[in-house]
């Protein structure tokens, strides 16, 4: 794996939405390196390693066993060495208030997940190639929730 390549860990405890997402990931022409881990409780103790490298974005489900995604989400705001990190909500969730409570909680970017693979592939192309500089820094609900026109 070259050294520029993008670190992708992807917090999700379904097995095959897994296998969705890297399948996605080894057909796009972008260079990464992509992780997972199965529930929240494995999500922080993995972030909290002393020698761990952080990835470029996470993508956080919601409906996690053992710590849920929003319970990740505000514990990663609330630790000073994880606070930065790029999260993309990847979750079945289109509630309303799913996407308010982790819009006002601090994350990057809201996306369904989609039920086929070329929609899954634009919607990974697209949070990859994001200026998340210029992106957080006009961040409102408008942007906050990712659908591709």
């Known amino acids: 794996m070259q050294k520029d390549a993008l670190h992708i860990l992807l917090a999700d405890d379904d097995e095959d939405d897994r296998l969705f997402f890297k399948d996605a990931f080894d057909d796009i022409k972008v260079q990464t390196k992509v992780d997972f881990v199965h529930d929240g409780l494995q999500l922080m103790e993995h972030l909290n390693q002393p020698d761990v490298v952080l990835p470029d974005v996470l993508f956080l489900d919601l409906n996690m066993p053992k710590k849920t995604g929003k319970e ?4 990663i705001k609330k630790t000073p060495h994880l606070r930065d990190l790029i999260i993309a909500i990847y979750s079945t969730s289109s509630s309303d208030e799913d ?34 500089h210029y992106h957080t820094s006009g961040l409102n609900r408008d942007n906050f929730l990712l659908s591709l026109k």
């Not at 601090?106 to 919607?123: E, H, M, V």
């Open 72 to 75: 990740c989400l505000i514990e």
């Open 99 to 132: 996407i308010e409570d982790t819009f006002v909680q601090g994350a990057n970017i809201y996306i369904k997940k989609p039920s086929d693979f070329n929609t899954l592939k634009k919607l990974i192309n697209e949070v990859i190639t994001l200026n998340w």
